[in-house]
C-alpha cells in the first residue's frame, strides 16, 4: 500500500509568518542573520568597484563620485551599523560555538570574547596604518 492509497492526512502545523518575533532568542537570531544582506551589498558594492577600477580612471573616479552621494553615505552607514551588530553577536556566541579546554576546565567565554574584540583592534589599527 503506498501514500496515496492512504484515507489519512498527515499532520502539518501551521507556522505563521512572525513566529521569530514571539521569542527574544529567535528575534535576535533573525536580525543577525539579517544583517549578512547588507554585508553582501557591500560586497557587490566593492566588486563593482574593481570592476571600474580595471575599465580605467574616469571609469574608476565616477564610482567614487557615486558613493558621495546621501543615498550612498545613509547605505553606508548603515551597513556599518550591521556589520558591528554582526560582529558583537558572532563574538559573543563563538565560546558556546568553539569550547576550550586547559587541561579538565573549560576556558570562561569572558576571556574568549575580550581576545576577539583585542584581534578585532589590533587589526584595524594595523589596517589604518597600511592605508595611512
Given at each position: 500500500?503506498?501514500?496515496?492509497?492512504?484515507?489519512?492526512?498527515?499532520?502539518?502545523?501551521?507556522?505563521?509568518?512572525?513566529?521569530?518575533?514571539?521569542?527574544?532568542?529567535?528575534?535576535g537570531y533573525m536580525?543577525?542573520?539579517?544583517?549578512?544582506?547588507?554585508?553582501?551589498?557591500?560586497?557587490?558594492?566593492?566588486?563593482?568597484?574593481?570592476?571600474?577600477?580595471?575599465?580605467?580612471?574616469?571609469?574608476?573616479?565616477?564610482?567614487?563620485?557615486?558613493?558621495?552621494?546621501?543615498?550612498?553615505?545613509?547605505?553606508?552607514?548603515?551597513?556599518?551599523?550591521?556589520?558591528l551588530?554582526?560582529?558583537?553577536?558572532?563574538?559573543?556566541?563563538a565560546?558556546?560555538?568553539?569550547?576550550i579546554f586547559?587541561g579538565?576546565?573549560?576556558?570562561?567565554?569572558k576571556?574568549?570574547?575580550?581576545?576577539?574584540?583585542?584581534?578585532?583592534?589590533?587589526?584595524?589599527?594595523?589596517?589604518l596604518?597600511?592605508?595611512?
Amino acid at each position: 500500500m503506498n501514500n496515496t492509497d492512504s484515507k489519512r492526512k498527515p499532520y502539518v502545523r501551521e507556522m505563521k509568518k512572525d513566529w521569530w518575533l514571539k521569542n527574544a532568542f529567535y528575534t535576535g537570531y533573525m536580525i543577525r542573520e539579517g544583517t549578512s544582506i547588507f554585508v553582501s551589498i557591500y560586497a557587490v558594492v566593492l566588486m563593482w568597484g574593481l570592476m571600474r577600477l580595471v575599465q580605467g580612471q574616469e571609469a574608476f573616479n565616477g564610482w567614487l563620485e557615486s558613493l558621495q552621494s546621501p543615498i550612498a553615505i545613509l547605505f553606508h552607514v548603515v551597513a556599518l551599523a550591521a556589520c558591528l551588530f554582526h560582529a558583537k553577536t558572532w563574538f559573543a556566541l563563538a565560546p558556546k560555538a568553539m569550547r576550550i579546554f586547559r587541561g579538565e576546565d573549560l576556558v570562561p567565554e569572558k576571556p574568549i570574547v575580550l581576545a576577539q574584540y583585542v584581534a578585532l583592534a589590533v587589526v584595524s589599527l594595523l589596517v589604518l596604518i597600511i592605508v595611512a
